[in-house]
C-alpha cells in the first residue's frame, strides 16, 4: 500500500510540473523558448502587453500563443495577424491547436487575433515587445567545466555527458538577472516515476543510471524578459 501511494504521489507531482512547464497559454515564455515561458504561461487577453526574445540560433524560432475564449472547440475562423512582419509574424496553426508567434528582429508589434464564436465575432489585441536575445549567465558549470557560451536561446536545453557519478554544479548570473525558479528532476531506476531535487549553487548531485535534468527559469529585472535552461546530466 505504502508503494501504491508512493507512485500516486510520484504521478501527481509529474502531472502538476507539466502542466507547470506546458501551460496552455501565451507568448511570453513560448520558446518555452517556456520563449519557455512567458507567453506561454497563461492565456492572453484583449490589451495584454507582453515580451519575446529573437534569437538568430534559435532552431525552434517561434512561441505558442494561446487567447482567452479563442479555442479551437468552439471557435472557427481563427485569424492572426501583426502590424509589422518583419519585426515579428503570426499564424493559426490548426496542428497545434494554438497560435504561433515567430520573432524576426527586435522592435513592438501590436497583434489582433479574431475569431467565430457562437455566431459572433470575437477579438483580442495587445502589444509585443521583441527583444534580442542576452545571454542571462555568467558561469553555469559542471564539475568546473563552463557551460555558459551554450546558452543561445530563450529555451535552451544543454545535453552534458559527465564522466564522474558525482556532479558539482555552480552559476553565476550577468548583473541585472535574478533567478525566478529552479528545481531538479531525476529518473528512479524502479518504477521510472522521477523524483525532485532542490537546486542551489555549489550543489553536489550523485548521478544514478539513467538522466538528471536542472531546471532554470532567469529573469531580466530591468527589461522584462526571461530566459529559461535545463540542463539534461545523462550517464
Not at 499564424?91 to 527586435?106: D, G, I, N, V
Not at 535574478?178 to 522521477?194: C, F, H, I, N
Request: with cysteine; net charge positive.
Amino acid at each position: 500500500m505504502k508503494m501504491t501511494m508512493k507512485k500516486i504521489m510520484g504521478l501527481l507531482l509529474l502531472c502538476l510540473t507539466a502542466l507547470a512547464l506546458h501551460p496552455a497559454c501565451p507568448v511570453q515564455a513560448a520558446y518555452t523558448g517556456m520563449l519557455g515561458y512567458q507567453i506561454d504561461l497563461r492565456n492572453l487577453k484583449n490589451g495584454f502587453q507582453e515580451m519575446a526574445v529573437y534569437s538568430p540560433a534559435d532552431e525552434r524560432g517561434y512561441y505558442e500563443v494561446y487567447v482567452d475564449g479563442i479555442y479551437g472547440r468552439t471557435c472557427k475562423n481563427m485569424k492572426a495577424s501583426s502590424s509589422d512582419k518583419k519585426i515579428a509574424t503570426v499564424t493559426y496553426s490548426s496542428e497545434h491547436k494554438c497560435f504561433m508567434l515567430t520573432p524576426k528582429k527586435p522592435g513592438t508589434v501590436r497583434l489582433t487575433f479574431s475569431a467565430i464564436r457562437k455566431g459572433k465575432k470575437i477579438t483580442c489585441k495587445g502589444v509585443v515587445k521583441v527583444v534580442k536575445f542576452k545571454n542571462p549567465v555568467q558561469k553555469l558549470a559542471i564539475n568546473g567545466k563552463n557551460y555558459a557560451k551554450n546558452v543561445k536561446t530563450a529555451y535552451s536545453v544543454l545535453h552534458i555527458k559527465p564522466k564522474e557519478t558525482k556532479v558539482k554544479f555552480q552559476y553565476k548570473l550577468q548583473p541585472g538577472w535574478k533567478v525566478e525558479s529552479t528545481y531538479g528532476e531525476a529518473a528512479e531506476p524502479r518504477d521510472g516515476l522521477g523524483f525532485y531535487l532542490p537546486v542551489k549553487n555549489n550543489k553536489t548531485y550523485i548521478l544514478k543510471k539513467g538522466e538528471m535534468h536542472i531546471w532554470m527559469t532567469l529573469k531580466n529585472s530591468k527589461r522584462g524578459e526571461r530566459v529559461s535552461i535545463c540542463l539534461s546530466l545523462e550517464r
